[in-house]
T-cell receptor, first 116, second 115 residues
């Protein structure tokens, strides 16, 4: 079974500073990896995903993440934080498990605060 | 832009009562899912549904839970006899034809409070 660990339940950065949200996964087979963002009182929105191919993936709102198999990591970064980035971020992993199954395993989430 | 719609946004029910949470997935999607998020905890998979049947379910999805796609547009989650620990945010999601390479779109959630 796969699992996800997000280091740090709460991260604070200054506006304009680098954002780094950490995610490590465990999976016995090649995983598909995702980052979702949840704004207050809203659903989950996909930021970016890694399935196959290029290990550095770019997503919406200037975020990117790099799949590092040797480190079993998929950390999320953004060069310069904006106030609008304040939200909760979830890393998720899935492996193919049968017809139509899309069982995402989520991390516990990291709440990002941006300080003006 | 197509979106997944969930109703109601908030439901309060008494323990032991039945609740039905409703979802309208994106119209041409084939895969449907329910997840839940207990306050302060992570989002957990409940069940996936494809070709009019459950394709996978978690340990959480016991006999008290059922899903249905009654009319080709709605996708419902029924909890037969609610318990206090069923209080959570429930998210519906749907995905297209591409399987693992297809993004799952999530609704805004229904907050269920069992009192």
């Amino acid at each position: 079974a796969q699992s996800v660990t997000q280091l740090g339940s709460h991260v604070s950065v200054s506006e304009g500073a680098l954002v780094l949200l950490r995610c490590n996964y465990s999976s016995s087979v090649p995983p598909y990896l995702f980052w979702y963002v949840q704004y207050p009182n809203q659903g989950l929105q996909l930021l970016l995903k890694y399935t196959t191919g290029a290990t550095l993936v770019k997503g919406i709102n200037g975020f990117e993440a790099e799949f590092k198999k040797s480190e079993t990591s998929f950390h999320l970064t953004k060069p310069s934080a904006h106030m609008s980035d304040a939200a909760e971020y979830f890393c998720a992993v899935t492996v193919y498990s049968g017809a139509g199954s899309y069982q995402l395993t989520f991390g516990k989430g990291t709440k990002l605060s941006v300080i003006p | 832009e197509p979106e997944v719609t969930q109703t109601p946004s908030h439901q309060v029910t008494q323990m032991g009562q039945e609740v039905i949470l409703r979802c309208v997935p994106i119209s041409n999607h084939l895969y449907f899912y329910w997840y839940r998020q207990i306050l302060g905890q992570k989002v957990e998979f409940l069940v996936s549904f494809y070709n009019n049947e459950i394709s996978e379910k978690s340990e959480i999805f016991d006999d008290q839970f059922s899903v249905e796609r009654p009319d080709g547009s709605n996708f419902t989650l029924k909890i037969r006899s609610t318990k206090l620990e069923d209080s959570a945010m429930y998210f519906c999601a749907s995905g297209g034809q591409g399987g693992m390479n297809t993004e799952a779109f999530f609704g805004q959630g229904t907050r269920l409070t069992v009192v």
